[in-house]
């Protein structure tokens, strides 16, 4: 479990922070019964997933292998 690594990128940690911000804004709003402020929640969220796509393609992200999760790229040994 601990050799892949998934997740553990500052792209993937960046993304789900701003998400959970957008979460708990849009959270606020709607217990506030303010639908503006849960469109600027879910715009929030949204921003997280293209800010940590936008990152990962900066080389911020995990590398992409080939093949299934956990498998050793052919020609190399652990």
Do not use: D, E
């Not at 792209?11 to 709003?29: K, P, R, S």
């Not at 879910?42 to 940590?52: E, H, N, R, T």
């Amino acid at each position: 479990m601990s050799g892949n690594s998934h997740g553990h990128t500052p792209a993937a940690w960046t993304g789900v922070i701003i998400a959970i911000i957008g979460f708990c804004i849009g959270g606020a709003f709607m217990v506030m019964a303010q639908p503006l402020g849960v469109v600027a929640g879910l715009v929030v969220i949204a921003a997280g997933g293209v800010v940590g796509m936008a990152m990962r393609a900066a080389g911020l992200g995990q590398p992409k292998t080939h093949g299934y999760a956990g498998q050793q790229p052919q020609g190399q040994q652990s």
